[in-house]
């Protein structure tokens, strides 16, 4: 089936490099939000798109963060000047009403960052 | 400061079973209370409450929400060894959704 689909599965990188974390929500889905799981700890909120703009990036921990989701499907997740602190699963998921109007959302498998 | 306070943060049984799970939560805006199941990466939905004292059942599962006490349970009846896994307890609220750091529950055969 078609559901939420995150590239890498896993990414190692050295301390100070960039890297990019992709999301491919289920067709059709325009919310989309990024979360930030580390060990021993439930998915902390990054940031949501409604659509192609960001309609709630407060949860981004630095300007090292940002995400872009140019053609309203799939985002990028871009992490600047990596830090050992970043490494984490990074979790996507998308639900097909947004903001506060609750519908389910759907996670995909998740990035693993791992920062050297 | 929006929370979600979830115990016991881990929790050992024996197949068969019945285990409560705790979710207290204080978050301002509060729209509904959700539950997951998250097994390997990918959380997975369980239930979403809204209303106080009306319990949402699945199976063997089930919750209910108490919106004056600010508190959920998640109740796991006959537990198998499928069960286990981390049980995230949620608040919706506005447009995020604030997770709790979970519970881990372990089945023993």
């Known amino acids: 089936g078609a559901g939420v689909s995150q590239t890498p599965s896993n990414k190692v990188t050295e301390k100070g490099k960039y890297v990019e974390l992709r999301c491919d929500p289920i067709?059709?889905?325009?919310?989309l939000y990024w979360y930030r799981q580390s060990l021993g700890q439930g998915p902390e909120f990054l940031i949501y798109?409604?659509?192609?703009?960001?309609?709630?990036d407060s949860g981004l921990p630095n300007d090292r963060f940002f995400a872009v989701r140019p053609e309203g499907s799939v985002s990028t997740l871009k992490i600047q000047r990596t830090e050992r602190g970043d490494s984490a699963v990074y979790l996507c998921?998308?639900?097909?009403?947004?903001?506060?109007?609750?519908?389910?959302?759907?996670f995909g498998p998740g990035t693993r960052l791992t920062v050297l | 400061e929006d929370k979600v306070v979830q115990s016991p943060l881990s929790l050992v049984v024996h197949e068969g079973d019945t285990v409560t799970l705790n979710c207290s939560y204080e978050?301002?805006?509060?729209?509904?209370l959700l539950w997951y199941k998250q097994e390997k990466k990918a959380p997975t939905f369980l239930f979403m409450l809204?209303?106080?004292?009306i319990e949402k059942k699945s199976g063997r599962l089930s919750s209910i929400l108490d919106k004056k006490e600010l508190f959920s349970i998640l109740n796991i009846t006959a537990t198998q060894t499928g069960d286990s896994a981390i049980y995230l307890c949620?608040?919706?609220?506005?447009?995020?959704?604030?997770f709790g750091k979970g519970t881990r529950l372990h089945i023993l055969p």
């Open positions: 998921a998308s639900s097909t009403v947004p903001g506060p109007y609750f519908s389910e959302q759907f």
């Open positions: 067709s059709g889905h325009t919310a």
């Open positions: 798109f409604q659509g192609t703009g960001a309609a709630d």
């Open positions: 978050v301002t805006n509060f729209r509904s």
């Open positions: 809204t209303s106080s004292g």
């Open positions: 949620a608040v919706n609220r506005d447009d995020k959704i604030i």
